[in-house]
Structures are given as structure tokens and as C-alpha cells.
């Protein structure tokens, strides 16, 4: 009886063996990945990357992810603005958040509601991001620099029901700007506004001394809550979603009216802690990217500390002076900032010439020329420069890992971050070779929700399957190491030759009268484009020929890409966090 017992055991498991050996065999390949070895196509060469990082994900909310921060770094400082001469640790970041999240409550937000913020780089920013994270509210981040029709635009076209604005910017007042689309404020109590053209738009706190018609002062606002109230936040926590939204980012604008994209608590919190990889560790960082961009809310705010490190704001405006004297005051090991940032602080340290030698560039914002980043060592003395790329609607997805060598640095944009999947396309859709340019797309837990609006799909950009097709030409590498070889809608076909400007900028950065260049195509009869060199000059310098430009290139590249056209700028038309629009350097070649 034992025995056939036995033998009727032994035949159960070799049948579930056997049904386990089919199913695996029916999983397809690119599904399945190890915790140590990107799965690839290598074996027939094609351009599909994927990595399981070591770590797992986390299932988290920005507000859980402050209060981790919070109990692990407790007095360590977290936030130190030097022109508000403020330095907040984080527990006092966590505490101001709750006074305020629960301030908002107060004034009627709810769960859902959206919330904007238009403001420089300033304490309040990092305070109502996380205040709305642990009040359940979704953040939209707004650009400092818009007039009145820019920010009527945005409040409206999302529901803005309130918002925190600074007192001024760049010596224009917010409120000034806000009677230009809300009169009623002369005549409506606080709280209870009833705007015409913003129907959504209940309540404005402004980060002020002062008290203006219609409107909170934000500090009001931080000690309206009881101690209860501010305590109970904490309670609110666990029934928050890590999958709801979190956050609304409008894309920049360097082609056109910008679209609002939707971001979940998921995403940011998993994308910031995969930012650590830029060896934040601990680090006093001075950070010059605009908190509104992407990379300075979700890759500075949150991922500079989750790696329980310290933000150093050096100035209300960004300000290059201003940026080395704070590294060099607050002993900064790492810098952040855009490829114009770094070509600013390199021309004021050759005048200035500080003492300084901090560790780690991170740039970030738009590409960077070889050239830079070489003279970002030799002249500031950075000992690294590391590379992070993404995208409004994807997060931070490629970035330098700390074992990369100058070589995969200078050319590159970094490995595609763990848990993330990359390919690139051709135009019909199919997967092209390794080191072929194609269309990015990526898919993965950092892309957006979708389009505000627009039910997840706009213009084909983000598909059914996940996958968002970024609009970048791109060539991946079989380790999962990736090249910007620009916009597809940037792309030049002059008389049949496709043509890509950031190769002739690479180039033209080499030479010395040039601080940056620019490479657009312009309408030309003949060849359907032509080729034209926007350029700003070093100081120093005054002009630069067409001929002197042609003969620099000669012999170099292709006689079809030397540029026919050459102007002179002071500074390029940019977007608030540094990308040159090059859509309006077309327009202005036009009006000539």
C-alpha cells in the first residue's frame, strides 16, 4: 500500500514537471531577465535592451518616500537656500510639508484636486511638493518666466483649483500678472475666488510678507492646522496609491504649445531612487536646474535626497558667480546644471579663478558637446562628468554609470537605467541593428500616465503596448549604452542627404571663438534645405565669417553638411530650463 502511495506521488511530480518545462518553454525570451545580465537581442543584433537592477522596485508614495528620508537622516541637512538664508533638515522638510498639507485640507483640497506651483528656486518649492504628495493632491509645476497667457493656459487646461506662487520674478510682480486674467481678485475675499476665464481656480497662496487682494499668504496658511490636524497626516499615508497621480509636467516647448504630461507616485519615486547611480551618496550637491523641469523636481528634489544628500540652492534667479561661490562656501563635492550653465561657469572661473575642485558635473537638460565637457575639467577642475538624459514623459532613463570611462562618457549618454526597456525603431515600426539610428522609445514604470486629457494617447506618441516613442534619433549599443543623434524633427535633407545637426555642432564646438553653436535647415528652392550655423561668440570676440566657418569644416565632414548660412547671436531663444528652441531660431532666419 506504502509503495504504490509512493509510486502515485512520484507520477504527480513528474507530470507538474513536465507542465512546467511547456510553460517556460512558451514564455517568450525578451520577457524573461536575470538580476545581473541585460537581456538583449544580441544574438541576431537587434536594438532591444533590458536590465533587472539588483534591487527591486519599490511600492511607495513621495509622502512615504519623505518620511523613510526623514527617519533615516533625521537632523542631517536637507535643503540650504542661500539668498533666503534658510536650512531646513529633514525632519524639519517633513514637518513644514505636514503643516502645510494639512493647511490645504483646511481650505477645502481634496484628494485628486490639482495644485500648481509658479515659482523660482526657492525653500517654498520642495515644501509644497511633498505637502502635496502627503495631502493626496497632484502637483503641476509651472514655469516661472510665463506672462499671464501662458499661465492661464496651463491653470485651465488641467483644473488648477489652487495655487502657490512666489512674490515676484526676475522685479515682476506674480500678483500684477494674475489680475491680467483674474480682475475679480480686487473684489473677492480669500479662498473664494470666481474667475470667469478659470472656473476651476478656488484659492492663491502667495510665499509673502505682505497681504494681496484675492489672495492666502502662504505662511498663514503653514499655521492654520492644529497639532492634531499636522499629526494626522501622517495617518493619511497608507491611503494614498502609489499608482495615482502625483504630478503634472508641461513638456518644454521647444517645438511648439506644450502638452501636459501625468505622472504617478510610482514612477517618481523609483526613477529618483535609480537617480543615486550618479554617486550622490551622502554628497552636498549645487543644484542650478529650474525646480519646474523634470530633472530638478523629480531628479534633484526627490533623487538628490533619496540618495541622503544635501540640495544647496545658490540663488533665487540662476546666477554663475552666485553658483561658485556656493560651491565653494558650502564645500560642494557635486554640480548640476545644464550645458549653457557649465559654458557660463567656465568663462566667470576663468575671471574669478576660487579654489574650488568639487567632484561630480551632472549635466543634464539638453546635449552636450565633447568639447564642454572637456574644458568642465580642465577649467572647474571637475574630476567626473556624468551624463543623465530623459524626457518629460519618461522621467530620467539613461544616465552615467560610476564604473564609465571618459571615452563612454564624452560619446554617450549613459546605460539605460535597471528595470527599464529601451529599443529603437525605423519608420515602418520594425527593430533596427545595434549602432543603427532609429526613433527611442522606451517602456517601463517611469513612464507618464498620459497626456492630460487625452485618455493616454496623443499623436501616437504613447501606444497601447507602453511604449513611448520619444521623437529622438538614437543609436543603442548591445551593452545597453546609447547616442543622441538628435530630433527626428530636426533631421536635414539637403537635396536627398540626410543630414544631423548635432554632428556639425560637435564639431563647430571645437573651435575657440565658439562658446555654442546651434545647426538648423532653412527653406532653399534648390535642395529643399540648406544648412545654417546659429553661433554665440566667447567673450572676447566679436564676429565670425561665413568663410572662416566653411574652412574650418573643410576636410572634416562632408562638404554637403557645411553650413551655408552663419549668424551671430548674444543668446539663444531657450525654454526656462535651458533647451535652445530652435523652432523660433528658424523663424527668426525667415523674418531676414
Known amino acids: 500500500m506504502v509503495d504504490l502511495l509512493g509510486l502515485i506521488v512520484k507520477m504527480q511530480i513528474l507530470k507538474c514537471s513536465v507542465r512546467l518545462v511547456k ?15 541585460g537581456r538583449n537581442y544580441s544574438e541576431n543584433g537587434l536594438s532591444y535592451f533590458h536590465k533587472v537592477g539588483k534591487e527591486p522596485l519599490v511600492y511607495r508614495t513621495i509622502g512615504q518616500q519623505l518620511t523613510h528620508l526623514a527617519n533615516k537622516n533625521g537632523d542631517r541637512e536637507a535643503i540650504v537656500a542661500i539668498e533666503e538664508n534658510r536650512r531646513l533638515t529633514f525632519n524639519q522638510l517633513q514637518l513644514e510639508a505636514d503643516h502645510l498639507a494639512a493647511g490645504l485640507q483646511r481650505l477645502g483640497l481634496q484628494r ?38 501662458e499661465l492661464e493656459f496651463c491653470l485651465r487646461s488641467v483644473g488648477v483649483k489652487a495655487l502657490v506662487a512666489a512674490d515676484s520674478f526676475r522685479g515682476k510682480s506674480y500678483h500684477e500678472k494674475l489680475l491680467e486674467i483674474i480682475p475679480e481678485l480686487t473684489s473677492t475675499k480669500s479662498g473664494r475666488i470666481q474667475s470667469s476665464k478659470l472656473p476651476d481656480l478656488t484659492t492663491i497662496l502667495i510665499d509673502s510678507e505682505k497681504n494681496y487682494d484675492g489672495t492666502f499668504r502662504l505662511g498663514d496658511i503653514l ?30 516647448g521647444t517645438t511648439g504649445k506644450p502638452k501636459a504630461a501625468l505622472l504617478n507616485h510610482y514612477g517618481f519615486v523609483n526613477n529618483a531612487i535609480g537617480v543615486a547611480t550618479l554617486e550622490l551618496e551622502s554628497t552636498i550637491v549645487c543644484n542650478q536646474m529650474p525646480f519646474f523641469h523634470i530633472t530638478g523636481s523629480l531628479g534633484v528634489i526627490l533623487g538628490v535626497l533619496s540618495a541622503n544628500a544635501t540640495i544647496v540652492i545658490p540663488s533665487i534667479v540662476y546666477n554663475s558667480e552666485k553658483s561658485l561661490y556656493a ?3 558650502e564645500a560642494c563635492n557635486v554640480v548640476n546644471g545644464t550645458p549653457a550653465m557649465y559654458v557660463d561657469m567656465i568663462n ?4 574669478m579663478k576660487l579654489k574650488i575642485k568639487p567632484d561630480i558635473a551632472v549635466s543634464a537638460g539638453a546635449t552636450c558637446p565633447v568639447q564642454l565637457l572637456k574644458d568642465m575639467k580642465k577649467e572647474i577642475g571637475f574630476k567626473k562628468v556624468k551624463i543623465a538624459y530623459g524626457m518629460t514623459e519618461t522621467g530620467i532613463t539613461f544616465n552615467t554609470r560610476p564604473e564609465d570611462e571618459d571615452d563612454q562618457t564624452y560619446e554617450r549618454v549613459g546605460r539605460i537605467q535597471d528595470h527599464i526597456e529601451v529599443k529603437v525603431i525605423d519608420k515602418s515600426g520594425n527593430i533596427v541593428p545595434f549602432g543603427v539610428a532609429g526613433e527611442l522609445c522606451i517602456r517601463g514604470y517611469s513612464n507618464m500616465v498620459g497626456y492630460w486629457g487625452n485618455n493616454l494617447i496623443d499623436d501616437g506618441s504613447l501606444r497601447t503596448d507602453g511604449w513611448f516613442r520619444t521623437g529622438d534619433n538614437f543609436v543603442l549599443h548591445p551593452n545597453g549604452y546609447g547616442q543622441i543623434v538628435g530630433r527626428l524633427k530636426e533631421l536635414i535633407i539637403r537635396g536627398g542627404e540626410n543630414i544631423y545637426p ?13 562658446a555654442e553653436v546651434q545647426i538648423i535647415g532653412v527653406p532653399d528652392e534648390r535642395l529643399g534645405e540648406e544648412v545654417c550655423a546659429y553661433i554665440r561668440l566667447h567673450q572676447g570676440y566679436e564676429s565670425l565669417t561665413v568663410e572662416e566657418v566653411r574652412d574650418f569644416c573643410n576636410g572634416k565632414i562632408a562638404h554637403f553638411k557645411i553650413p551655408r548660412y552663419v549668424r551671430i547671436l548674444k543668446d539663444f531663444p531657450r525654454t526656462q530650463s535651458g533647451k535652445v528652441q530652435k523652432f523660433k531660431l528658424v523663424e ?5
Open 112 to 149: 485628486g484636486d490639482r495644485i500648481g506651483i509658479w515659482a523660482p528656486q526657492i525653500v517654498a518649492w520642495p515644501v509644497v511638493l511633498f505637502a502635496a504628495a502627503r495631502a493626496g493632491l497632484i502637483l503641476v509645476t509651472l514655469n516661472p518666466a510665463y506672462e499671464a497667457t
Open 223 to 252: 499655521a492654520l492646522p492644529t497639532t492634531s490636524e499636522v499629526l494626522n497626516i501622517e495617518d493619511q499615508q497608507t491611503k494614498i496609491s502609489p499608482d495615482s497621480g502625483c504630478n503634472i509636467q508641461f513638456t518644454s
Open 348 to 351: 566667470k572661473q576663468k575671471k
Open 327 to 329: 560651491i565653494q562656501n
Open 502 to 514: 548635432q554632428e556639425i555642432e560637435n564639431l563647430l564646438a571645437t573651435v575657440p571663438q565658439i
Open 588 to 592: 527668426m532666419f525667415l523674418q531676414k
Open 23 to 37: 510553460l517556460f518553454s512558451n514564455i517568450p525570451k525578451s520577457l524573461v531577465s536575470s538580476s545581473t545580465k
